[in-house]
C-alpha cells in the first residue's frame, strides 16, 4: 500500500496545454468589477478565482476565454497537448487567452530549473520563445540544455544567468506553485478555462468543446467587455482555494483528489473517505461491490463511498458504461444505474444500457443526449487524468482516506486500514 496526499473537495474538475512564440505580454492587474450574474446552470458548475496578473500571457486581456495552464516543462503529457493547444488557439484566437503559470513536480529532477529559466526568460520579453524550446528539448533540461535553450530563444546569456537565481524570479516560482497547491492543480497539465477545472492532456475537440461552452455562456455578459473586466466578472463567484482538509502524505503524486459532482454515498461528515476508480466491465471492479457493501454494514453512518470513473483501454465497453452511469447522475439515478451495470457486466452494449435505463424509469431523451455529449465527456475524461495524476494504473483501486489499495482486496485490508484511521 502507499499514503499519498489529497484532500477531499468539493470542486468540479475538468485538463489542455500550449507550446508557440507568438505575442507576448504580462497579463496586467484587473479590477474586480461587479460579479456577473450566474447563468442557469452555473450553481452545478463550481469554479476557482484563478489570478492572472503579473503572469506571462497571449491573446486579448479582455478575450471572451481565458485559459490559465498550470505547467511541468518535463511533463510528458504537457509537451503532448502542446499540438492541441496550439490548434485551439488558432481557431479562437481573438476570442481566448492563454495565461500560464508554474508548477513543477517534484518527481522531475529538472522540472524547477527549467521554470525558473521560463520565468528568466519572460523578464527579458521572451517567454514565448523560451516556453516553446523547453517543450522542444524535454529530454534534455539538464544545465547544458537550458543554456542551449536560452541561446535558441535569443536571450542575453548574462542576464538569464542573474535573473534565474533572482530573489523576484524565485518569489515569482514559489507563488505559482502555492496558488497550485490551494486550487487543486494536482498534476501537470492543468487548465482552468474560465475559472473550470480541466486536467490531463486533452484532444482539440474536447478543448474546443469546453471553449465553445464558455463561449456561449458569456453571451448574455456582453456588457462587461466594455471595461476589460469580463474575467474578474466570470470568476468573481469562485473558489479562492480547494475547501477540504489534508489528510494523508506522499510527495510526487497528485496531491488531491477532487470530489466535485463524483457521485457519492454515505454522510458527507463521515471520517472515512473511500474514492473508488472502478470499470463496469472488470470483473475485479464487480467483485470488490461486494467488499463494499459488507464494509459499509460493518461500519454503519462511519463511510462515505465516493464513485470515479477509469474505464480500462482493453474493456470495450466500458467506456459507454461510464458515460452512461455520469448520465444517469444528472437525473439522480447513479447508484441504480451502477448497480445494474455491474449486475449485467457481461450485457453492455448500447441496446442493453438503453433497457436499463427505461427500467429506471429514466427520461430517455434527456439520458441520451447526456450519454452522448461533450459535458460527460469531460467529466471522464476528469476522472481518467486525475486517476493517472495519482499514478493508478488498474482498475479498481481504492484510496481510504489517502492509503491506497489496489484491486479487489478482501474486507480484511481494509479494515485494517479503517480501524487505524478510526482509533
Same mark, same amino acid.
Given at each position: 500500500?502507499?499514503?499519498?496526499?489529497?484532500?477531499?473537495?468539493?470542486?468540479?474538475?475538468?485538463?489542455?496545454?500550449?507550446?508557440?512564440?507568438?505575442? %507576448?505580454?504580462?497579463?496586467?492587474?484587473?479590477?474586480?468589477?461587479?460579479?456577473?450574474?450566474?447563468?442557469?446552470?452555473?450553481?452545478?458548475?463550481?469554479?476557482?478565482?484563478?489570478?492572472?496578473?503579473?503572469?506571462?500571457?497571449?491573446?486579448?486581456?479582455?478575450?471572451?476565454?481565458?485559459?490559465?495552464?498550470?505547467?511541468?516543462?518535463?511533463?510528458?503529457?504537457?509537451?503532448?497537448?502542446?499540438?492541441?493547444?496550439?490548434?485551439?488557439?488558432?481557431?479562437?484566437?481573438?476570442?481566448?487567452?492563454?495565461?500560464?503559470?508554474?508548477?513543477?513536480?517534484?518527481?522531475?529532477?529538472?522540472?524547477?530549473?527549467?521554470?525558473?529559466?521560463?520565468?528568466?526568460?519572460?523578464?527579458?520579453?521572451?517567454?514565448?520563445?523560451?516556453?516553446?524550446?523547453?517543450?522542444?528539448?524535454?529530454?534534455?533540461?539538464?544545465?547544458?540544455?537550458?543554456?542551449?535553450?536560452?541561446?535558441?530563444?535569443?536571450?542575453?546569456?548574462?542576464?538569464?544567468?542573474?535573473?534565474?537565481?533572482?530573489?523576484?524570479?524565485? =518569489?515569482?516560482?514559489?507563488?505559482?506553485?502555492?496558488?497550485?497547491?490551494?486550487?487543486?492543480?494536482?498534476?501537470?497539465?492543468?487548465?482552468?478555462?474560465?475559472?473550470?477545472?480541466?486536467?490531463?492532456?486533452?484532444?482539440?475537440?474536447?478543448?474546443?468543446?469546453?471553449?465553445?461552452?464558455?463561449?456561449?455562456?458569456?453571451?448574455?455578459?456582453?456588457?462587461?467587455?466594455?471595461?476589460?473586466?469580463?474575467?474578474?466578472?466570470?470568476?468573481?463567484?469562485?473558489?479562492?482555494?480547494?475547501?477540504?482538509?489534508?489528510?494523508?502524505?506522499?510527495?510526487?503524486?497528485? %496531491?488531491?483528489?477532487?470530489?466535485?459532482?463524483?457521485?457519492?454515498?454515505?454522510?458527507?461528515?463521515?471520517?472515512?473517505?473511500?474514492?473508488?476508480?472502478?470499470?463496469?466491465? %472488470?470483473?475485479?471492479?464487480?467483485?470488490?461491490?461486494?467488499?463494499?457493501?459488507?464494509?459499509?454494514?460493518?461500519?454503519?453512518?462511519?463511510?462515505?463511498?465516493?464513485?470515479?470513473?477509469?474505464?480500462?483501454?482493453?474493456?470495450?465497453? =466500458?467506456?459507454?458504461?461510464?458515460?452512461?452511469?455520469?448520465?444517469?447522475?444528472?437525473?439522480?439515478?447513479?447508484?441504480?444505474?451502477?448497480?445494474?451495470?455491474?449486475?449485467?457486466?457481461?450485457?453492455? %452494449?448500447?441496446?442493453?444500457?438503453?433497457?436499463?435505463?427505461?427500467?429506471?424509469?429514466?427520461?430517455?431523451?434527456?439520458?441520451?443526449?447526456?450519454?452522448?455529449?461533450?459535458?460527460?465527456?469531460?467529466?471522464?475524461?476528469?476522472?481518467?487524468?486525475?486517476?493517472?495524476?495519482?499514478?493508478?494504473?488498474?482498475?479498481?483501486?481504492?484510496?481510504?482516506?489517502?492509503?491506497?489499495?489496489?484491486?479487489?482486496?478482501?474486507?480484511?485490508?481494509?479494515?485494517?486500514?479503517?480501524?487505524?484511521?478510526?482509533?
Amino acid at each position: 500500500m502507499r499514503i499519498c496526499k489529497f484532500m477531499v473537495a468539493t470542486a468540479l474538475t475538468l485538463s489542455a496545454t500550449s507550446c508557440r512564440p507568438g505575442a %507576448e505580454h504580462v497579463a496586467p492587474s484587473e479590477a474586480a468589477p461587479q460579479a456577473a450574474p450566474a447563468p442557469r446552470g452555473d450553481a452545478l458548475e463550481l469554479r476557482f478565482r484563478v489570478p492572472v496578473d503579473g503572469a506571462p500571457s497571449r491573446g486579448p486581456s479582455d478575450a471572451k476565454v481565458t485559459i490559465v495552464e498550470f505547467v511541468d516543462y518535463q511533463c510528458p503529457s504537457c509537451a503532448q497537448a502542446n499540438a492541441s493547444v496550439d490548434q485551439l488557439l488558432s481557431k479562437y484566437e481573438v476570442q481566448t487567452r492563454l495565461v500560464v503559470r508554474m508548477n513543477p513536480l517534484i518527481n522531475h529532477p529538472h522540472a524547477r530549473a527549467a521554470a525558473l529559466a521560463a520565468l528568466a526568460a519572460a523578464e527579458q520579453g521572451r517567454f514565448w520563445e523560451m516556453h516553446q524550446q523547453l517543450f522542444a528539448s524535454q529530454t534534455q533540461l539538464d544545465e547544458p540544455g537550458l543554456l542551449r535553450c536560452a541561446k535558441a530563444a535569443g536571450l542575453n546569456l548574462d542576464r538569464f544567468q542573474i535573473d534565474r537565481t533572482s530573489e523576484k524570479v524565485l =518569489a515569482l516560482l514559489d507563488r505559482d506553485v502555492g496558488l497550485a497547491q490551494r486550487i487543486g492543480a494536482i498534476g501537470t497539465p492543468t487548465y482552468f478555462i474560465n475559472g473550470r477545472k480541466l486536467a490531463g492532456a486533452q484532444a482539440f475537440g474536447a478543448l474546443a468543446s469546453t471553449v465553445d461552452m464558455e463561449l456561449a455562456r458569456v453571451g448574455s455578459l456582453a456588457p462587461y467587455l466594455a471595461d476589460g473586466g469580463l474575467y474578474a466578472a466570470l470568476v468573481a463567484r469562485g473558489l479562492d482555494e480547494v475547501p477540504g482538509d489534508a489528510i494523508a502524505g506522499c510527495p510526487g503524486v497528485g %496531491e488531491t483528489i477532487v470530489l466535485g459532482r463524483a457521485p457519492t454515498r454515505g454522510p458527507d461528515g463521515a471520517p472515512i473517505t473511500i474514492v473508488v476508480f472502478t470499470d463496469f466491465e %472488470e470483473p475485479f471492479s464487480k467483485s470488490s461491490q461486494i467488499t463494499l457493501k459488507a464494509l459499509e454494514a460493518r461500519y454503519p453512518g462511519k463511510l462515505r463511498i465516493v464513485s470515479k470513473q477509469y474505464p480500462l483501454a482493453f474493456d470495450a465497453h =466500458a467506456k459507454s458504461a461510464a458515460r452512461a452511469a455520469l448520465a444517469a447522475a444528472d437525473q439522480g439515478k447513479y447508484w441504480e444505474l451502477h448497480d445494474l451495470l455491474f449486475a449485467h457486466a457481461e450485457q453492455l %452494449e448500447p441496446a442493453d444500457i438503453l433497457a436499463y435505463a427505461k427500467q429506471l424509469g429514466l427520461d430517455l431523451d434527456r439520458f441520451n443526449s447526456a450519454w452522448n455529449g461533450p459535458e460527460t465527456e469531460q467529466r471522464l475524461a476528469s476522472d481518467v487524468a486525475e486517476a493517472e495524476a495519482l499514478g493508478v494504473n488498474g482498475a479498481p483501486t481504492f484510496f481510504v482516506n489517502g492509503t491506497e489499495i489496489v484491486g479487489a482486496m478482501p474486507a480484511s485490508a481494509f479494515e485494517d486500514v479503517i480501524n487505524n484511521a478510526l482509533h
